[in-house]
């Protein structure tokens, strides 16, 4: 091989690149010590730019298409070198391909939940996690602020830096925006919207053009989200005291036909819930505004209670009504022993007057 075969060897006449990855971001050419023929072809396909580089500086950037390097099309970079031969001598220069497709379900999410301030829960803690899309606008911006002169560059080594953009600056919209927890699951696209208006000025001062941004879910501590399905549970029964009755006869038909003991249970718990109910009743009713004057409703008077011997064990104390229920299931009668505050001892059920009217409505023992 003659000398000047040799130096038309080192001379690089072809210049493209092809995307075979889904991550890469920027290529550098290899052009190691080869020197670039001026003429030589260059190819940048869609969704790529190619950017020359001279001695540290940004020469040509050149969109889409098929270019022979000449002085006509290389006009910055003709100016930078000031070739002395009329610009026909092989030159060098770093070659940068970036792509300028989206980078789509870049992911994002708190590492630790983020405090905010609810208009109804006050001060709560929420964790976020969603996706986003990105794409180069500005090759000359990304590769001068981000890239530099790296050979390869992926999303792997840009995403932690967005993500950081993604939660702190979404997270400050989002108290901003001032949407109650309990609305945010049906408000995801409003608040993914703000976010996405928030944080796209950052992007674009690294050369990145933000363009979807989504959040798939927003969740609350455990310990929040138990309270407010206990909420939500009492929401749906609605009327605690037609709730408690309605459960109360439940009972009593499961312990009909279970007669070898459920109806003790039966009786005892239909009788408790009647109680829970009416204590529960006076409590609300203590709270409640006596006609708009804004004085207290006086209290109701005392309940009578009893506490019964049952296999000479005390239980209660029960209220009437939970005595009827207790007598309607058979765990109670008139040989009962009961007592009450005030009585010296235990007595039958028969002897204290306040009890007839339990013992009136049941029908006399069979034979």
Request: aromatic share 10%; glycine share 10%.
């Amino acid at each position: 091989m003659g000398f000047f075969d040799k130096l038309k060897g080192e001379f690089i006449d072809i210049i493209d690149w092809t995307d075979n990855t889904n991550d890469t971001i920027l290529y550098k050419f290899p052009r190691y010590q080869n020197e670039i023929k001026m003429g030589a072809k260059l190819t940048v396909r869609e969704s790529q730019v190619a950017v020359f580089m001279n001695e540290g500086v940004i020469a040509d950037i050149y969109q889409p298409g098929m270019y022979t390097l000449t002085t006509e099309n290389m006009p910055i970079m003709s100016t930078l070198k000031g070739w002395k031969f009329g610009f026909n001598s092989p030159f060098k220069a770093d070659v940068f391909f970036i792509s300028t497709k989206q980078f789509t379900n870049q992911k994002w999410g708190t590492k630790n939940p983020i405090m905010l301030r609810d208009v109804e829960f006050g001060p709560i803690r929420l964790r976020a996690f969603g996706s986003y899309a990105f794409k180069v606008n500005d090759a000359g911006k990304f590769l001068k602020e981000i890239a530099g002169t790296s050979s390869e560059f992926t999303t792997d080594e840009i995403n932690e830096q967005l993500r950081n953009i993604a939660v702190s600056r979404g997270m400050d919209a989002l108290a901003e925006s001032k949407i109650p927890v309990l609305d945010l699951a049906a408000s995801t696209d409003e608040v993914s919207k703000i976010i996405q208006d928030k944080i796209r000025p950052e992007f674009g001062e690294i050369g990145l053009d933000l363009t979807k941004f989504l959040i798939e879910n927003v969740s609350l501590p455990p310990e929040v989200e138990t309270a407010l399905d206990k909420r939500s549970s009492m929401g749906i029964i609605g009327n605690l005291g037609a709730y408690t009755q309605f459960q109360a006869a439940n009972a009593m038909e499961e312990a009909a036909k279970n007669p070898s003991g459920g109806l003790m249970g039966a009786g005892l718990g239909a009788g408790m819930g009647v109680g829970m109910m009416g204590q529960m009743g006076n409590a609300f009713q203590n709270q409640q505004f006596n006609g708009g004057t804004g004085m207290n409703t006086p209290p109701p008077p005392p309940i009578t209670q009893f506490f019964v011997a049952v296999n000479g064990t005390q239980t209660g104390p029960f209220n009437m009504q939970q005595l009827q229920a207790m007598a309607v299931a058979g765990q109670f009668n008139r040989q009962s022993l009961v007592w009450k505050q005030g009585m010296a001892g235990w007595l039958a059920a028969e002897t204290q007057a306040e009890l007839g009217s339990i013992f009136s409505a049941m029908p006399p023992p069979i034979g």
